[in-house]
């Protein structure tokens, strides 16, 4: 079946630092890739998205590649604020079958940033 | 306001209750998903619905019921024969095409 990995948190940064969090996936088809970020206490919050390889998802500074040939949808930033302080979860829907729309989700990432 | 909403954000349950969590949205889509999250955890999927009036069960069904009378709402009630029902509870709707699902602020359900 479909499912999502994630780099082992927790990821701990001094503001202003490089950001990666690896996330690669194996599921058939072609599905749509998310990245989700959570705040304490509460709900998820979509942060960007892919539909295709080759696309690139945005939004706030953080950026994600659909890369189909190594099954991978990174998120980047180049300069990370305290205010990103979050756990980020990385998802993909599925394409067929029983999975048809519905999200896997990988087990999240805990990121930190001091000032 | 557009969204999802979550009542209470905050419940308390004696062993051996049943208790019901309230799910509604106003984006109008079909799709409507309920997970759960344990501290320091993924989220896991309970139930999720379509349409109106036909839900399938998720990964972890065992112990919870739901009911999709209306597109608007999609109820979720932890019975007594959930196990350890202690966890943070999150509700979901689905856009179509994208499949983005679009989360509420969650319940924090607390056995005592």
């Known amino acids: 079946g479909d499912s999502v990995t994630q780099m082992e948190g927790p990821v701990t940064l001094s503001e202003e630092a490089c950001l990666t969090i690896?996330?690669?996936?194996?599921?058939?088809?072609?599905?749509?890739l998310f990245w989700y970020v959570q705040y304490p206490g509460e709900g998820l919050q979509l942060l960007l998205k892919a539909t295709k390889a080759d696309d690139k998802g945005s939004n706030k500074g953080f950026e994600a590649t659909y890369r189909k040939e190594t099954t991978s949808f990174h998120l980047e930033k180049g300069s990370v604020q305290v205010s990103d302080s979050a756990v980020y979860f990385c998802?993909?829907?599925?394409?067929?079958?029983?999975?048809?729309?519905?999200?896997?989700f990988g087990q999240g990432t805990i990121l930190t940033v001091h000032p | 306001d557009g969204g999802i909403t979550q009542s209470p954000k905050y419940l308390f349950r004696k062993e051996g209750q049943n208790v019901t969590l309230s799910c509604e949205q106003n984006l109008n889509h079909d799709a409507m998903y309920w997970y759960r999250q344990d501290p320091g955890q993924g989220l896991r999927l309970i139930y999720y619905?379509?349409?109106?009036?036909?839900?399938q069960k998720g990964d972890i069904a065992e112990g919870y019921s739901v009911s999709r009378e209306k597109k608007e709402s999609f109820p979720l009630t932890v019975t007594s024969a959930q196990k350890n029902p202690t966890a943070f509870y999150l509700c979901?709707?689905?856009?179509?095409?994208?499949?983005?699902?679009?989360f509420g602020p969650g319940t924090r359900l607390t056995v005592l």
């Open positions: 998802a993909l829907s599925g394409y067929g079958g029983t999975s048809y729309g519905k999200l896997t």
């Open positions: 690896n996330c690669t996936y194996t599921a058939t088809g072609y599905p749509s």
């Open positions: 979901a709707a689905q856009e179509p095409i994208t499949d983005t699902q679009y």
């Open positions: 619905s379509q349409i109106v009036n036909d839900f």
